[in-house]
């Protein structure tokens, strides 16, 4: 009798270290691994990134030194909703889509 409860103890005992081995082998867990990795290394940097420079075209006041795109620089004379008026050079403005801007520096 005792020797049977040391059986059924040693049987319960090795049941959730089988199960656990075998959730951690799965391809299922190994998949699903590999997508948190992929989006804790790529997706979140990439999108607190975009915020942020969200953030800086939504704050351009008027002699913000800007790059374009395109790669112009220049100084913000005027924001209006969707578009920036840029002065590239002395007597030369330029209009541009707020979406073209690249980079803020104050």
């Given at each position: 009798m005792l020797a049977q409860a040391q059986d059924a103890a040693a049987a319960a005992g090795q049941e959730p270290s089988n199960m656990f081995q075998q959730i951690l082998s799965s391809p299922m867990?190994?998949?699903v691994i590999i997508i948190v990795l992929?989006?804790?290394m790529l997706i979140r940097p990439q999108?607190?990134?975009q915020k942020e420079q969200q953030a800086r075209i939504a704050a351009l006041q008027r002699g913000d030194k800007v790059?374009?795109?395109a790669?112009?620089?220049g100084f913000v004379e005027k924001v209006n909703d969707r578009t920036v008026?840029?002065?590239i050079a002395e007597g030369v403005v330029?209009?541009?889509?707020k979406n073209a801007i690249v980079q803020v520096e104050k």
């Open positions: 867990f190994m998949f992929f989006w804790v999108r607190k990134a790059v374009t795109n790669g112009l620089h008026s840029l002065k330029v209009e541009l889509e």
